[in-house]
C-alpha cells in the first residue's frame, strides 16, 4: 500500500466508517459475458459492441471480447458515454442505447426488466426494445475476509454501487455488509459522502473509472493501482498496489502501530529533557547528562521507530 503523506498513515487509524465501491473492488471486475435474451442475439452483441467500442468500462470491454469480430467505425457517429447510465450512439444513422434502467427511462424505451443478481445491459435500437446482455463478475479472493475483519476491529461498513438494486443487495448479502447504496451516480455518491463526513471520518475505497470525485471528498480515499484509472490513482490518498481490499487491513494496523509508537517516541524525548532541564536547574546535571537527553534519546527514538518495520511481519 502506497500512502501519499503522514497526515493520511494517521487517518487510517481513526477511521469509523469505510464506504467500498462495487466493481473492481471488492469483485474483480472482469465482466464474462453468459446470456444474450433477444430474438436476434448476433444483431444486439453486434450494436453493444459498436456502441462500446470506444469505451474503457470493465462492462464494454468484456463485450467486445465476446463478439470478437471487426468494427465497422464508419457506421458509428454521435459516440456518448455518459456515467452511471451507459452510451448512446447513432449507429447507421439511427439512435442506439446501450446500457442501464436509467439510460432507457431517459430515452421513454418501454420494456420489463429482469430481476435477476447480474449485472445488466439493455440495448434498444431506432425506438426499439432488443433485448439485454447479462454479466457476470466474481468476489476478489480477499473480499470476504476483509469485511470480516472489518466488522471485528468495530467499523461501519457500506456497499455504494452505480450497478443495479438486485446485484448490490446480493453482493452486500454474500459479504456480510448490511449498509448499500445503489443505482447511485458519481455526484449521488459524493453527496453521500459529504454527508458521512460531518459525523464521522470516512475512508472510500475505489478503483476509478469514475470515482474521482468521491475520492477526493472522503477523509481518506483509496484506490485499486493495478485496475484503477490513472485519474483515480492521483485523485487518492493511498494505492493499493496489488488490488486486493485485505492490503487495507494491514494499512491500518501500521498505522495504529506507528501513532502508538510516535507518542512513546515523543513522550520520552520531551520527559526525558524535563527531567534532564530540573536536575540541570538543581545543579546535578553534567555536560554527558545533556549530551544523552539530546543525541542519546534521539538515537533511541530512531531504534524505537526502526521496529516498526520488524514488527511488521507480526501484525
Ligand atoms: P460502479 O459503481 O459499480 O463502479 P459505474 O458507476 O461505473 O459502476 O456504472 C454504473 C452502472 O452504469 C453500471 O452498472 C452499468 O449499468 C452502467 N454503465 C456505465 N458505463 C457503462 C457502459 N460503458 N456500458 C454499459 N453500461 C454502463
Ligand atoms: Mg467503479
Known sequence: VLVKSGSDLETFSQL???????????????????????????????????????????????????????????????????????????????????????????????????????????????????????????????????IDTLKKMGKKISLMTGDHEFIAKDIANKLGIDNVYYEKLPYE???????????????????????APVLMSADLGVSMGMLGSDLAVEASDAVIMTDEPIHFIDAIKTSTLTRKVVLQNMSLAIGTKFIVLILGALGFANMWLAIFADVGISLIAVIHAMHILSAKNEL
Open 16 to 146: 469509523d466508517h469505510i464506504v467500498f465501491d462495487k466493481t473492481g473492488t471488492l469483485t474483480k471486475g472482469e465482466f464474462v459475458v453468459t446470456k444474450v435474451y433477444a430474438e436476434d442475439k448476433d444483431l444486439i452483441l453486434k450494436l453493444a459492441s459498436h456502441a462500446e467500442s470506444k469505451s474503457n468500462h470493465p462492462i464494454a470491454l468484456s463485450i467486445l471480447k465476446t463478439y470478437n469480430q471487426p468494427i465497422v467505425d464508419a457506421d458509428i457517429e454521435d459516440f456518448k458515454e455518459i456515467f452511471g447510465h451507459g452510451i448512446t450512439i447513432k449507429y447507421q444513422g439511427k439512435l442506439c442505447l446501450v446500457g442501464n434502467d436509467k439510460l432507457l427511462k431517459s430515452h421513454h424505451i418501454v420494456y420489463d426488466s429482469p430481476k435477476i443478481n447480474h449485472s445488466l445491459v439493455h440495448v434498444a435500437y431506432d425506438g426499439l426494445y432488443m433485448g439485454y446482455i447479462v454479466l457476470e463478475d466474481e468476489l476478489k479472493i480477499s473480499a470476504k475476509q476483509t
Open 189 to 211: 455518491k459524493k453527496q453521500i459522502i459529504d454527508t458521512l463526513k460531518r459525523e464521522e471520518k470516512v475512508a472510500f475505497i475505489g478503483d476509478g473509472m469514475n470515482d
